[in-house]
Structure formats: structure tokens, C-alpha cells
């Protein structure tokens, strides 16, 4: 955080970029709410901690028969993911796009999904729509480092036939947590809201560049940078 935080890092060029105008104090003053937000929310997944996580999840996967591990499309977290994986079993098997499935789908495998962050579900749910015709396919498998509550739930509606495993939650959103109701200062019976109201603004700063589960309520980072969940301080 020391990092993000220092003279010409990742909070000042936010800083220089949403909110340009800012006075010297109201900018000093940003940055140490900025700073004690992430101190507090940010959530980093590091190479080592995913590769942790993906092993942890060989319990599971031993009692898929005839696995295989499917990319939907390159480049995206799903292969990112699943190369991580593969550097925990090599023996593990991977085809890419649904026409190599497709061809696989003779000797009655069961497909295996690796993902980062189920946020929403519709991304999981497009892809199992996509393949769960397919003739030959056991089952459809889909594993992620975090889910939330409503993406999980969406999915075992929308998508009944897709197992979902998921390592945690994602944590909950800022409006949710201790820190941010410390934020309010308490002024006899009533609740001053200035600063929770400062630093919603300060993080809706980014609302046109992040989606929902990023930055203006969860504060992620990837170690890479494919997907849009990660903070826009990554």
C-alpha cells in the first residue's frame, strides 16, 4: 500500500486524473482517506496465493472422472488461471474453444472451468450455455478463486447443471464494513457522514473505467492485469 501511496504513485495519478481541481488541503486530504481505504479493504491475489488456492482444490478434482480443463477463449483470465493450474499438475489435460472440446467429447469427459471471479455469473453462465449441449459431455465444472453471494446464487438458478466451486466471498462491499462506518464521526446523537460521503466520491471517481465488483465497492487486485474486477490502483 506504502507503494500505491508514495509521491507520483498510483493514488496521485488517480488523483490527477479524476479529480484535477482538487485544493492542496482537500487533495492531502483525499489521499489519507485513499490510504486508509486501501489499508483496510485492499485484498491482493499474488501468483504464490493462487497457485496455493488452485492445489487446494485437487481434493475436488480427483473425484471428477476423465477430466478435462477447458479454456473458453486465450488471453482471458480463463487461461490465465488454468496455466497457473497447470504448473501445480502437469499432467492435466486442456483444450481451447468449444470446437476442441467438441472433438475431446469422445471419450466422455467432464469439463473443467478455471476462473478467477465469479462476480455476476453471466459470464459462467454464457459459457455453460455454450457447451452444455455438446454430445459426450459428462458434466460441466466451473472452479473460482472468490464468488459472491449473488453470483452464486444466479448461477445455481440460471445454470442448474454447472458445479460451482469457489475458494471464498468476495468480501464485502465498502459501504458494509467496519471501516467505512468509523468513517462517520459521531457529533452528540447524530452521524456526520462527510467523510463516507468524501471517499464514495473519490472512488466514483473511477465508475466509468471499473465495473460494479471493483472499485467503488471492493478493492481486488490480481496479480495480473487481464480483468476488469482488479482496482484501478493495480
Known amino acids: 500500500v506504502r507503494e500505491l501511496l508514495k509521491d507520483g504513485g498510483a ?14 488541503t482537500t487533495r492531502n486530504n483525499a489521499k489519507k482517506v485513499l490510504g486508509e481505504y486501501l489499508e483496510n479493504n485492499l485484498d491482493i491475489y499474488s501468483y504464490d496465493r493462487i497457485r496455493t488456492i488452485l492445489s487446494d482444490f485437487g481434493e475436488q478434482i480427483e473425484k471428477i472422472d476423465n477430466p ?10 480463463y487461461d490465465i488461471i488454468a496455466t497457473l493450474y497447470k504448473e501445480t499438475n502437469s499432467n492435466a489435460h486442456f483444450v481451447t474453444g468449444k470446437e476442441m472440446l467438441q472433438e475431446y467429447c469422445a471419450v466422455n469427459p467432464g469439463a473443467i472451468i478455471m476462473d478467477d471471479c465469479l462476480a455476476s455469473g453471466n459470464s459462467a453462465i454464457d459459457v455453460y450455455n455454450e457447451i452444455k449441449g ?19 446464487q444466479k448461477v ?43 471517499l464514495t466520491t473519490l472512488l466514483g471517481g473511477a465508475a466509468s473505467s471499473q465495473n460494479q465488483y471493483s472499485l467503488g465497492n471492493y478493492a481486488i487486485m490480481f496479480q495480473y492485469m487481464a480483468p476488469n474486477n482488479n482496482s484501478i490502483f493495480a
Do not use: C, R, W
Open 11 to 24: 493514488a496521485d495519478m488517480f488523483l490527477d486524473e479524476a479529480f484535477p481541481k482538487l485544493d492542496k
Open 68 to 77: 478435462v480443463f477447458y479454456i473458453p477463449k486465450k488471453g482471458k483470465s
Open 134 to 152: 455438446i454430445d459426450g459431455l459428462n458434466d460441466i465444472n466451473l472452479f473460482t478463486l472468490l464468488a459472491t453471494k449473488d453470483g452464486a
Open 156 to 198: 445455481a438458478q440460471d445454470a442448474p447443471g454447472l458445479n460451482l466451486y469457489y475458494n471464498g466471498e468476495l468480501k464485502a462491499p465498502l459501504k458494509e464494513t467496519d471501516f467505512y462506518e468509523s468513517l462517520g464521526i459521531k457529533i452528540g446523537k447524530k452521524i456526520n457522514h462527510v467523510q463516507q460521503d468524501f
